[in-house]
């Protein structure tokens, strides 16, 4: 497979994924200032700080408000990682890559930007969660049209690596930014409010209802575990790197050298270290310094598949 393809059909993958997080994180915000009381625990600074870009968005919003937050996260053209722009360059990676894709799986992508990019026009628009539930069926349309109309192959599997480590990436960060958010409540520990907060946070993932079938009570070490390390549930960063990592190893045995590269073995790395941590080894070490090193694994992942598989950059 040529290089420029793999890389394309990556990136689209992952910048439809990046654009779904942050309509799902704008919509459980949105929940969650109607249930709180008032003035409780500001939710828009913490969407700020997951995206990494809070120095950006202070110089040209300055206070993170709801119309601010929303903007920049959904319909900013200048931000690179707005939805807005994340699908605007999914659909041009798409463009390059048609042969690769179907055409219903094309025509999704296509209509899923024009959804947004109508919205963004539309100064009238009401931006409430429902808007960012419809940009979710989008996604989840996409997902089963790709699923079910493209070959597995390792165009498929470069497609499912860029969508996992993606989903890793926001599912730690946004774990990381409300663990301080919600925990700094020290007052409101173990209160009806402490479990509306706790679990707007496992409906960012669309968890809530997985939790409740293995745990019957918000509980702050389980819902930490369910983030990070459960097995099967789809959105947990244990998961989402071994998707990752077997779709890397799919990838390997494909190739002419039929052997891991080191985007693998990093990768594995990483796996093998998730498999044998437990929740208090991450509350000892401190929630923002585990979530942290994840973070150095996942972008040193992401460097080794540039260098591994990817000649040419076509952005990130």
């Given at each position: 497979m040529l290089s420029r393809v793999a890389e394309s059909v990556y990136w689209m993958s992952r910048q439809i994924e990046r654009a779904e997080n942050h309509a799902r994180f704008l919509e459980v915000t949105l929940h969650l200032i109607l249930d709180q009381p008032e003035n409780l625990v500001d939710p828009w600074d913490p969407l700020v700080r997951i995206t990494g870009d809070?120095?950006?968005?202070?110089?040209k919003y300055g206070v993170a408000n709801q119309e601010n937050v929303v903007n920049f996260l959904a319909f900013d053209d200048e931000y690179p990682h707005s939805m807005l722009t994340c699908l605007r360059a999914a659909r041009e990676n798409a463009r390059g890559?048609?042969?690769k894709l179907s055409s219903e799986a094309f025509e999704q992508i296509n209509e899923f930007y024009h959804f947004v990019n109508e919205a963004s026009k539309n100064e009238l628009l009401d931006r409430d969660s429902q808007f960012f539930d419809e940009v979710r069926e989008h996604t989840i349309q996409w997902s089963?049209?790709?699923?079910?109309?493209?070959?597995q192959d390792t165009a498929w599997h470069f497609a499912n690596v860029g969508r996992m480590l993606e989903r890793a990436d926001k599912t730690s960060r946004i774990l990381d930014v409300k663990y301080f958010n919600l925990f700094y409540s020290l007052e409101h520990v173990g209160?009806?409010?402490?479990?509306?907060?706790?679990?707007?946070?496992?409906?960012?993932i669309s968890g809530f209802e997985a939790y409740r079938r293995d745990y019957h009570t918000i509980d702050l070490d389980n819902v930490v575990g369910f983030f990070l390390f459960n097995k099967?549930?789809?959105?947990?960063?244990?998961?989402?790197?071994?998707?990752?990592g077997w779709?890397?190893?799919?990838?390997d045995e494909a190739s002419v050298q039929g052997v891991p590269r080191n985007s693998s073995k990093v990768l594995e790395a990483l796996q093998q270290r998730l498999a044998n941590t437990e929740v208090k080894e991450v509350l000892a070490i401190g929630m923002h310094e585990f979530v942290d090193g994840l973070q150095e694994e996942l972008n040193a992942i992401g460097s080794s598949m540039s260098e591994d598989y990817f000649q040419i950059s076509v952005g990130v």
């Open positions: 809070e120095e950006w968005f202070k110089e890559v048609r042969e089963g049209i790709l699923t079910s109309t493209m070959a209160t009806a409010i402490d479990d509306l907060q706790w679990s707007s946070l496992l409906l960012a099967t549930f789809p959105r947990s960063v244990h998961h989402c790197v071994a998707s990752a779709s890397l190893g799919q990838i």
